[in-house]
């Protein structure tokens, strides 16, 4: 059966003047206007309209993955959130990657990326500075310091964000973090992580500078203390002496929760962060 479409014609349809001026300036197709339980189209008719909510096209359900929504909105209510951000002087970290790839990428089979070094650069400076190694209890009462340093990478997958967790981090090599982060990446793109994979984190850090951004907020992965957002590497003119000169700088935020650090302690620790980035030498000086 062929079923017979009618388009209205709306010079025919009857409704007030106020009504079909108020319909053509606000652009209302009258076909889709109900006139209700009177003969013609009011100005009501037409204000309901335009007052209705937009028509849904499609229902996606919330990534329940780990319960991260919840987590989430949990720790932008009940977290005292304070971010610290710092431009940080990357033009050695960058010779360094480009050296490190140059040498090693054919045997390693991968080229150390910046995700690689800061968080080699990172969980030492967790094992140095252990209180942002920490969350709070689940009694919300005490302050609980943890012995392993277990680096949380969050990770873009068709699935929504996920954050894949690397145990004992600070005990871990470049290559062999840089193996094992590949790893857990493939794994969470293709929905293969075990819950062991996805949870027991202390301190994530979030990178974004793939997308050209310079500096975002990122929220805290509860319960952990803290979270470290990354931008992106740009050149930029910096006075250096005398001299103005062009570098490659890194824009970093540290996001904290101030219940359980305070600030100058978490500036010690951003600070201990771009000092390794800025001299990447000093990282086989630090305490392990």
Known sequence: MVTEFIIPDLNKIRMTPVARK???????????????????ITKADVLGIVASPSPIISVTPLPLIDEI???????????????????????ELVALREQLKAQFATEWGFAPGYNDLLAVIVANSLRQ????????AADGESIEHLAMVNL????????????????????????????KFREMVERARQGKNSHDELSGGTFTITNLGMFNIDAFTPVINLPELAILGAGRIAPKPMVKGEEIVIRKMWTLSLVFDHRLVDGASAARFLQHISELIEEPPLLFLTKR
Not at 129 to 136: D, E, G, Q, T
């Open 129 to 136: 500075f252990s209180f942002m190694n920490a969350r709070l």
């Open 152 to 179: 949380g990478l969050a990770v873009d997958t068709p699935r929504g964000l996920l954050v894949t967790v690397i145990r004992e981090a600070d005990k871990l090599g470049l290559r062999e973090l840089g193996v």
């Open 69 to 91: 929504p919840k987590r989430m909105a949990e720790s932008v209510h009940t977290t005292a959130l304070v971010t610290l951000v710092r431009e940080v002087d990357a033009t």
């Open 22 to 40: 108020m319909a053509a300036d606000l652009g209302v197709d009258l076909a889709k206007v109900s006139t209700g339980h009177h003969e013609r």
